[in-house]
Nanobody, 123 residues
């Protein structure tokens, strides 16, 4: 099994920045993609960003140009730098790992989830 743990959530004002991190442990795969989803109250879970083992990236339309995903393969971590935050970015953000890569790059989740971290953007 893979364990994912997110960190870095919190409260920020509109226009501010926040960086989320996610660390993977447990079972390892030779190559895998990692990504982020988010879920706001009363809404479905939404794809945010994904990054492949070779650092190819994909973003959801609402965050393009504002969020940047990156990873450290030696540390098995992924980060999400969020800039120009808006109130509509308020959500619980979930880290996701896809051992096949293809799922995340279709903007669908892989098999492993973190517990989530709350991001709140005040207006």
């Amino acid at each position: 099994q893979v364990q994912l743990v997110e960190s870095g959530g919190g409260l920020v004002q509109t226009g501010g920045s926040l960086t989320l991190s996610c660390a993977a442990s447990g079972r390892t795969y030779s190559t895998y993609a990692m990504g982020w989803f988010r879920q706001a109250p009363g809404k479905e879970r939404e794809f945010v960003a994904a990054i492949s083992w070779s650092s190819s990236t994909l973003y959801g339309d609402p965050v393009k140009g504002r969020f940047t995903i990156s990873r450290d393969n030696l540390k098995n971590t992924v980060a999400l730098q969020m800039n120009s935050l808006k109130p509509e970015d308020t959500a619980v953000y979930y880290c996701n790992l896809d051992q096949f890569t293809a799922k995340l790059f279709r903007k669908t989740p892989g098999d492993y989830w973190g517990p989530g971290t709350q991001v709140t953007v005040s207006s």
